[in-house]
Nanobody, 121 residues
Framework: QVQLVESGGGLVQAGGSLRLSCAASGRISSINARNWYRQAPGEQRELVATISSGGSTNYADSVKARFTISRDNARNTVYLQMNSLKPEDTAVYFC???????????????WGQGTQVTVSS
């Protein structure tokens, strides 16, 4: 079984920074794309940032130039550095990974449990 465990959420004032981490563990053969999503109350889950296995990144327009996604393949960990935080960044942040295990031919999606980020004005 594959597990994704997020950490690093919390309460911060507007303009502050937080760094989220997501560690993948279990029987993992390879990990393809790593993604961060967020979901605010009453809203749909939205894609915030993506990093490919080769390191290419993409960001939602709302977080460009403020958030940075990175990955440590040796540790199966992905990070989301969030700077200049705004109250509208308040949400539960979920990490997602496309993983292939020794038991599957294709990649499948796995999700973390989510971590709360609250930005006060």
């Amino acid at each position: 079984q594959v597990q994704l465990v997020e950490s690093g959420g919390g309460l911060v004032q507007a303009g502050g920074s937080l760094r989220l981490s997501c560690a993948a563990s279990g029987r993992i053969s390879s990990i393809n794309a790593r993604n961060w999503y967020r979901q605010a109350p009453g809203e749909q889950r939205e894609l915030v940032a993506t990093i490919s296995s080769g390191g290419s990144t993409n960001y939602a327009d709302s977080v460009k130039a403020r958030f940075t996604i990175s990955r440590d393949n040796a540790r199966n960990t992905v990070y989301l550095q969030m700077n200049s935080l705004k109250p509208e960044d308040t949400a539960v942040y979920f990490c997602n990974a496309r993983v292939r295990t020794p038991y599957t031919v294709t990649f499948r999606d796995y999700w973390g449990q989510g971590t709360q980020v609250t930005v006060s004005s």
